[in-house]
């Protein structure tokens, strides 16, 4: 089956995209002698062209200068063409660029006008926008207002982003349908989408008009004397190739989704397929389908039409799907086989895609180059799927190796002995649990978390699958994992529950406080081990200040986390708990419910593999992260739950889903996390430390996860925030690693230092952004009632859309280079979309969403974090701002909702950032860029 999709993907102009055609207009240096600035010919003159100029001339020295310091309405203007360039209406933007020194008092302007000649803003200017430079800063005036006939401006200023006689170029961006428009001074971007919002005079067009581009120069000295001067100037227009296209039929065909001649297909895709949008009968280019064979595997072939001119502004993404109900269309599988390229308007590409499942159905996806919808579709073409079967499988059944569920007896020998017939088996293998309670015994005297005392051990496994049916699976000691998977590849394991008895945290309630050494009375609840049983000693272990009246939830207003130096037992099932810091017992109050965790084993723990699928998994209680591990690729949390059982204050002591160094990211679908003692999900990479500079191009490294020829590497200076280098590996032997470019003196730890992973942190170091957790998926998924953060990214490439995140003690979704641990390293290219966040951060009064680029102490000057589309999601704050970004490149916030419990202040907060695209928002005016 065949399916034409006619969802379009959103296109949103910030400066010239991809699908842009840029036209210079007018340039000019102002080279030339000294005189009359009418009297020289610019570079590039437009059709029509005409130069005013008014007490303004060339200096000699390439520069245009006021020619009268006395003049208040020194300027320059120059025609752009015989016709208003607004009367295209294929033009998308106007961009004004200019080359000055700025004023040390007045002020210079420079804007778009129409036919008036006597200044940028009176009754007939009708003008574009206007940006006027001042010694204390930078101000855009909106346009002509009328009150009673007079004429007046609207100023907003803007901060100082120069200095004053500094030397700058300004590009000021006109976006003529949207009437709003950019600024960005030397790189930085001061405003992003600013709404012109002109007011016109009756019988006054309210489609601003442009014919003239002018500069005023306000009692400025000459540039000998200091003054203020223009150096060049350059107007480009940019048309869309599409609105090219639409423009051209006589009529108007309405938008892109509009399917004007109701022929089944929109409007973008009828260009995209050189079809004719007013003529039903003509669908453009035709598709071939053929089944083929190919060394004896049958394939479905699939030719379709594609624009052959470059610069088309499109993508074209062929994807399947299992059903037309719930399933997810996904280019994963589908293969690009070639093209015809035919030398006329359209090309025709071969996609090929397998035919091993009972259904499957295709469709070509258009969407625009530089798209959200776009980019998400690059996402989910580069990650496979999640393996969720293996057909053909053999099985085999615990039961038969004497596994017998509810009789309390130690499980694990017929487990293991299972897992070795399975292993010795060819082709797919299934182990299957009767339905029942199965128990788990640790395998050592003491405590050790490791693979040996694992109740599922996966060890050298390739295509098997683990079904529970439902079983119930006991652990009766802490450090005891349920599965180990290691060195394996094509791993399902589904359909269990799991829980600890004992339980891996202690719970209580807080019977009485001492200030004067910083301890309280803690009293035992029933159900729980006592707070000094050896297991907390054991491992990592601290406490947490609980909401009783919102299970999972810390206390409000309090810190997230309490060590403590000492427990003593005092009476039955009373025990005095000392503070670490003994200040902090301030925070406690008689009847705080207060938990004491255990970090140890995990419900599964993964390492070195390759497609692993956790899949209907519920945990009760978990002593670390739920799904945690190392250099693991693809993999798949699906239909898994953390849930609060009975009176229990937490669920786990440590994260959600923890990823570490994966060259291909996780994809988590459908979960339900509550009751989590840290971050529901946490991806990143490890850095790579420079024992010794053997050269530019060599060096000696302490590298924690496999680097290997042809990854990319990214040399970091933490103390300055600056990228030193971005390179390839072109081998790696031992520990001694050579790379394609030269890196400059690094500062190093001197030589013989032991290595510190954490302390080294100070020092220069390298990511390996090939080994970072790339190309994840999360959606669908709720996290609710917890501690810390919902996300925590510091990978690229990734897809959060449709998740729910509520009563988080800290921020929904995290993007930064998480520079004290260390770990990293960047995030580019997220989509994240219709997701709502609420009621987090009440414990530090944090964002709903944060997105920085860090140094070792404060922001990154240049932003690492770029490429992101926040879209359609809802964003209630507990108090303070809803959005807060600072290091952020090309950031667009489109259809969002913000609303924070603080009435005044900001509700989106911006610094550090350029290329900030803000768009039909619900509160966005309360912006703040510092």
Known sequence: MMNLNNTVGVFLAAGLLAGVHADVVYQDDFTGAAGVATATVPEIPPVGFEQKSFKTGLDGEGRLESSDPLAPTAGYRVKLGGAPLTDDLTLSEILFTVTMRTPTNDWIMIGFQENDFNGLLTTDANTGPVVQF????????????????????????????????????????????????????????????FALGHEFPVGVSSDPVVCWAQMQLRLQPSAADGGGYIDSLQVVSASSAYAAWAGGWGVDIGAETN????????????????????????????????????????????????????????????????????????GNGCRIEGTNITGGILDFATNSVGMEDEQKYMRLFVAKTGSAEALRASILKGRPLPLICLKGAVHVSVADFGAVPDDGQDDRDAVVAAIEQARSLEGPVQIDFDPGIYDFFATTADFSMSSANAAVPLINCKNLVVDGHDAEILIHRQDVSFVWVWSSENLIVRNFSVDYDPLPFSQGIVQSIDTGNGSFLF??????????????????????????????????????????????????????????????????????????????????????????????????????????????????????????????????????????????????????????????????????????????????????????????????????????????????????????????????????????????????????????????????????????????????????ENNVFEGLSRTGVVVENNINWPEGFWSQNLVIQNNRISECGYGNADPCALISSLKLTGFMDTPIQKNIYVLNNTFNAVSGPALELSGVSNLTALGNTFTSGSTSGPLITVQYSEDITLTNNVDEGRVEFN
């Open 523 to 800: 009293g035992l609840q029933s159900g729980f081990p006592e707070p000094n049983d050896p297991f907390f000693a054991s491992c990592d272990s601290w406490g947490m200040l609980k909401d009783a009246s919102h299970p999972g939830r810390l206390k409000a207003d309090c810190p997230s986390f309490f060590s403590y130096s000492d427990i003593l037992a005092e009476g039955s099932g009373l025990f005095r708990v000392v503070l670490a810091d003994a200040g902090r017992i301030s925070n406690f109050e008689v009847g705080d419910p207060f938990v004491i965790n255990g970090r140890s084993a995990s419900i599964g723990r993964y390492g070195l593999s390759e497609n692993i699928t956790f899949d209907r998994i519920t945990a009760y209680a978990c002593p670390g992260s739920l799904f945690v591990g190392s250099r693991t690729s693809q993999l798949n949390v699906l239909n898994c739950s953390g849930q609060l059982k009975g009176n229990r204050l937490i669920v786990s002591g440590a994260d959600g889903v923890h990823c570490q160094s994966a060259r291909i990211g996780p994809w988590i679908e459908n979960c339900d996390f509550e009751g989590l003692s840290d971050d529901c999900l946490n991806i990143y990479g490890l850095p790579v430390y420079i024992l010794e500079q053997l050269s530019s191009t060599q060096m000696t490294v302490y590298a924690r996860a496999p680097v290997l020829p042809g990854d990319r590497l990214v040399f970091f200076d933490p103390n300055a925030g600056q990228v030193l280098q971005d390179t390839t590996v072109v081998s790696f032997s031992g520990n001694t690693l050579t790379v394609a470019d030269p890196v400059g003196a690094l500062n190093i730890a001197p030589p013989g230092t032991p290595i510190d992973t954490r302390g080294w942190k100070i020092y220069d170091h390298a990511y390996n952004l090939d080994a970072i957790g790339n190309r994840f998926v999360y959606r669908n998924n709720t996290m609710h009632d917890g501690r810390r953060y919902g996300m925590l990214l510091k990978a690229s490439y990734g897809l959060i």
């Open 259 to 330: 399917d004007f001649d109701g022929d089944g297909l929109n409007n973008l895709y009828e260009y995209g397929l050189g079809g004719n949008p007013v003529d039903a009968a003509d669908r453009g280019g035709d598709f071939e389908f053929e089944t083929v064979n190919v060394d004896g595997t049958n394939q479905f072939r699939f030719v379709h039409p594609q624009l052959s001119r470059p610069n088309n502004g499109l993508n074209y993404f062929v994807q399947q799907n299992a059903n037309l109900v719930s399933g997810l269309w996904t």
């Open 134 to 193: 001042n010694p204390g800063g930078t101000v855009i005036l909106r346009g002509g207002t009328y009150s009673g006939g007079t004429n007046g401006n609207v100023s907003v200023p803007f901060r100082h982003i120069y200095a004053n006689s500094e030397v700058i170029t300004a590009t000021m961006t006109y976006h003529i349908a949207e009437q709003t428009m950019d600024l960005v001074i030397n790189g930085s971007v001061l405003t992003n989408g």
